[in-house]
């Protein structure tokens, strides 16, 4: 949520939800797991992984609804100060203005249900694929074929 910092900063939708940002994220992140861990971590892929969490918000906030002036989000920015709208419309409009009027709290409600209805299934998904690839993965460990097991058995 680090991108929507902005609601209290600048105008929503800026520079916290520009590529520039992102990769920002991304050295910072490199930067910080390498002091913290003393290199002990792997520091590329946590860094990785920090830009990819910060980059699906954004692809996210792309792909919603977007009724407030100006429409869309300043992915280029500081290099371009052009909005991009996907268009796609996938998720519902959220609701920043009286944020704790009835009607405000209903439409957020309404579009918390939206996502989680389109993207718990593809979490369920992906988890279901790395846990059978991690069950095929200890199953080929378990086999025989790791060169410790091979030394340690008996020679009849």
């Known amino acids: 949520m ?7 900063l600048t105008s929503h939708r800026t520079a916290t939800h520009s590529i520039a940002a992102a990769a920002l994220v991304t050295i910072v992140a490199a930067v910080v797991t390498g002091w ?13 992984m920090c830009g990819a969490a910060y980059a699906g918000h954004l692809l996210l906030d792309w ?3 977007d009724r407030t002036l100006p429409y ?19 998720f519902l409009q959220t609701e920043r203005r009286q944020f704790l ?3 405000s709290i209903r439409a957020n409600l309404l579009a918390m249900a939206w996502e989680s209805a389109i993207l718990l299934p593809l979490l369920a998904g992906l988890w279901l694929v790395r846990v059978k690839t991690l069950a ?3 199953a080929q460990a378990a086999g025989g074929d790791h060169a410790a097991q091979k030394r340690a058995r008996p020679v009849l």
Not at 2 to 7: C, E, G, K, R, V
Not at 36 to 48: E, S
Not at 75 to 88: E, N, Y
């Open 2 to 8: 680090s991108p929507d910092l902005d609601l209290v």
């Open 36 to 48: 913290v861990t003393r290199g002990r971590l792997p520091i590329l892929r946590v860094a990785l």
């Open 63 to 65: 792909l919603a609804i």
């Open 72 to 90: 869309g989000l300043q992915m280029l920015w500081p290099f371009s100060q052009t909005w991009f709208v996907s268009g796609a419309d996938l």
């Open 101 to 103: 009027s009835a009607a």
């Open 136 to 138: 095929r993965l200890a």
